[in-house]
């Protein structure tokens, strides 16, 4: 086993804080204690929201970093964000555990801590004493969001990223059927699919404790899901909460697509538009993934902030803001002309256009070719079709 004394390391300084981690050529899992670079923005992102979490929960509060590698982010939230009491930096690599306690000690912080447990473990013996859970694991989180469930209580905040995007994005079905218990489907809106079958993931395993989530800002970026919910509690407000489970059925041939809600809801067999078979998606969450409020808040709270990716993370959460009120899918312009056979138009004359006849319409941070409307999608095509 390696030592920590036998590894070249070199610093890395991200928001107030400055880590040492270990020399790397390429981002592997196999790191003696893992970093990446490119998380950046998710961390950036993270220290915003959580501030945003202790504006409206005003009290101080305690933080587990169930998947600390270096502790950068354990370390970042308890420097950067104001009555951060306690947070916890826990991860199952003694090397990592070494190296955070050193970074804890070189940053001087005396709010964290550092130490090695099974996330699994960490969460159910520490029941009820976390505020917040940052799940940020290799990969798939699903075999962590039940402990996680189990140790939130009401009014906490779960914070949880999924790597394994070929899953839930459809490339892989039966991994997504067999983690998430939900079948993805590979089309242009994939992503969005993706990051709904992992909120009805979350949704479904914390209703067992009769805890339910209010999500607050979701996004997918690069090639990870991130979402940050509220837990409510109680079974009346679970199964209220439940009602935005549902499926999502798509056609291939002619790119329709509609919503059911509901755990067995009566799906038609056709598309309405063609005849085509549905392909169906879900159970996923068709409710809201992003918070208006919420994201209002942090948005204005940035432009103080001491953040490398400050333009970055405006960017992005004016784009999860404005798509705040949009229908569950997205068009693809450029899969509507390929089925049209026309060159693409200008998106936003297209938008234009179906703004002037009294539509919602906005783009989606899932896809720069991407739109959300409620206007159904043989007036897009009219729009479209205009441009020839
Ligand atoms: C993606 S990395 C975390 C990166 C870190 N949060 C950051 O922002 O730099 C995942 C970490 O989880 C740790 N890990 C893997 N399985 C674990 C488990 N069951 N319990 C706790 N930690 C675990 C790994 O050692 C690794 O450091
Ligand atoms: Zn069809």
């Known amino acids: 086993m390696v030592e920590l004394k036998e590894i070249d390391f070199l610093y890395v300084e991200e928001g107030q804080v400055r880590v040492k981690i270990p020399q790397f050529e390429k981002v592997t899992s196999r790191a003696p204690v893992f970093f990446n670079p490119v998380m950046e923005l998710n961390r950036d992102l993270s220290v915003v929201a959580l501030t945003m979490y ?47 306690n050193e970074n804890i000690l070189e940053n001087g912080l005396t709010n964290v801590k550092a130490c090695r447990e099974d996330a699994n473990l960490i969460l159910r013996k520490c029941k009820g004493k976390f505020d917040v859970v940052d799940i940020d694991p290799f990969g798939t989180p699903a075999p962590y969001v039940e402990s996680a469930a189990a140790s ?23 991994p997504c059927i067999r983690k998430y218990g939900a079948k993805p489907l ?3 809106y994939c992503h969005e699919t993706g990051l709904r079958i992992l909120a009805g993931f979350l949704s479904r395993t914390f209703s067992k404790y009769k805890k339910c989530l209010d999500f607050q800002f979701s996004h997918s970026t690069e090639h990870y899901m991130r979402l940050y919910a509220l837990v409510g509690k109680g079974a009346k ?24 809600k509901g755990m067995a809801p009566r799906i038609s067999m056709d598309c309405p538009e063609c005849g085509e078979v549905w392909n169906v998606s879900g159970p996923l969450w068709c409710g809201k993934i992003q918070n208006a409020e919420f994201l209002n808040g942090m948005l204005d709270m940035v432009p103080e902030m001491e953040i490398n990716q400050k333009n970055e993370v405006i960017k992005l959460l004016e784009k999860c803001l404005a798509e705040s009120g949009a229908p569950p899918t997205f068009y693809d312009i450029h899969a509507i ?3 049209l056979k026309i060159s693409a138009p200008p998106m936003e004359g297209v938008m234009n256009l179906i703004k002037d006849r009294g539509y919602m319409v906005t783009r989606t941070h899932f896809n720069p070719n991407g739109l959300k409307t409620d206007a159904p999608l043989s007036f897009i095509e009219d729009v479209i079709g205009s441009f020839k």
């Open 337 to 339: 002309c390929r089925k």
């Open 54 to 100: 202790q504006h409206l929960k005003d009290d101080d509060m305690v933080i587990c970093d169930a998947f600390g590698g270096s502790g950068i982010r354990g370390i970042r939230y308890a420097k950067e964000i104001e009555g951060v009491s306690l947070a916890v930096v826990n991860d199952l690599n003694p090397l990592a555990v070494e190296l955070a």
């Open 186 to 188: 590979r089309n242009e």
């Open 152 to 174: 939130l209580k009401a009014g906490g905040l779960v914070c949880v990223t999924a790597t394994d995007t070929s899953a839930l994005c459809g490339t892989y079905r039966k």
């Open 237 to 260: 407000k679970t199964d209220e909460s439940l009602e935005n489970i549902g499926y999502i059925a798509y056609c291939p041939k002619c790119l329709n697509r509609q919503v059911f």
